[in-house]
């Protein structure tokens, strides 16, 4: 599929060039764990009326 796509967007005349993009893997995750946890806990207020649960001490 992305073969196809390549060659379809290089017969448009667009320059297609094979790479691999570099970025810093912990940002992206950090960045998607707190994305991710903001948007459960927002469903979670939505779900329930606007209470959150009670804060629980977390275990090992």
Do not use: Y
Not at 15 to 29: I, K, L, N, S, Y
Not at 30 to 46: T, Y
């Amino acid at each position: 599929m992305t073969e196809a796509t390549a060659k379809l967007c290089a017969a448009l005349g667009h320059e297609v060039v094979e790479a691999t993009p570099r970025f810093d893997f912990e940002a992206v995750r950090n960045g998607f764990a707190a994305v991710f946890a903001a948007n459960c806990m927002a469903n979670i207020a939505r779900a329930t009326g606007g209470a959150l649960p009670p804060m629980a001490p977390s275990s090992p």
